[in-house]
């Protein structure tokens, strides 16, 4: 998926939040907005939205002299998760298909996004929500695809996004009773999911956790440590979790499923779905750029 014009100003607007989040004055604020502008006045406007953001994250990381901005909002995030934990287990043991309930589930999770939105959610957001992702009919369907795929399949990489929204990946991982590898960020980027985050949703006993080599949003192979490329080359069956990770990915073969939900226009109008619809989709068998 391409950046598109509207792209643009989400870029400038996540880098108010990480100056933000970082607590630095107002001044250090508009200087990483002009630098948000020099890099998206210089960057190839072909790539895909996350590598795009990723140069755009690198160079506010030095502007800011903060390696984690987000580091409370994720922190919170996955505490009000876990307290939540329970009851997703629970919901998804009760229902006649349990495998449909978790995939529900673990896209519930994607609305921990501090891109979109700049505070962490509470217990009881994620209740409300997880309530209407788990009745709200599918905008994209490819859970049929999906299930045929995973009574097959040996293992699945599983492909994290938000901190918080691990402990949803968690309910979902607990479900497939396979083998997974679960891949994280080997570094601070926004609120992803980096090692530290998974170990704290609980998930270092429920996968094998592997760091994809780069800190960015979304997967930019040409970016990731040839371990992770292997894993990625020989999973049988992928799955990609959140906005950025369809972006990708979108294009990167039928093995791979994007579960998320919609918040971004763009996106919505690339899947031919309703923004905050809830998606469950194969992706397309176009080449994979790695560079």
């Not at 002299?65 to 998804?92: M, N």
């Not at 501090?114 to 997880?130: E, M, N």
Request: net charge negative; aromatic share 6%.
């Amino acid at each position: 998926m391409r950046t598109h014009l509207d792209c643009y100003p989400c870029f400038v607007r996540q880098a108010v939040d990480a100056a933000r989040f970082a607590g630095v004055d107002t001044t250090a604020q508009k200087h990483a907005v002009r630098t948000a502008m020099e890099v998206l006045g210089t960057v190839d406007a072909e790539l895909d939205p996350p590598r795009v953001a990723g140069r755009l994250y690198r160079a506010l990381r030095d502007e800011l002299g903060h390696a984690d901005p987000y580091a409370q909002v994720k922190e919170a995030s996955t505490k009000a998760a876990l307290e939540l934990y329970p009851w997703l287990s629970e919901r998804v043991a009760a229902s006649d298909d349990p495998l449909e309930a978790a995939v529900r589930v673990a896209i519930a999770g994607s609305v921990i996004d501090a891109g979109p939105a700049d505070t962490a959610p509470t217990a009881a957001d994620l209740w409300a929500h997880t309530q209407r992702v788990l009745s709200a009919p599918l905008a994209v369907d490819d859970l049929d695809a999906l299930r045929a795929e995973l009574a097959r399949a040996p293992w699945v990489l599983y492909l994290a996004d938000n901190a918080g929204e691990t402990v949803f990946d968690r309910v979902l991982i607990e479900t497939l009773r396979l083998p997974v590898t679960y891949a994280v960020k080997s570094g601070p980027t926004l609120n992803d999911a980096t090692r530290a985050d998974a170990l704290a949703a609980g998930l270092g006993s429920r996968a094998r956790i592997v760091d994809v080599g780069c800190a960015v949003p979304g997967l930019d192979l040409g970016r990731c440590s040839a371990e992770f490329r292997r894993a990625f080359a020989t999973a049988p069956v992928v799955l990609a979790k959140g906005q950025a990770n369809y972006e990708s990915l979108s294009e990167a073969g039928h093995r791979v499923f994007s579960l998320l939900q919609v918040t971004c226009p763009v996106i919505a109008a690339d899947l031919g779905a309703p923004v905050d619809g809830v998606v469950i989709r194969r992706a397309s068998t176009a080449v994979l750029a790695e560079v």
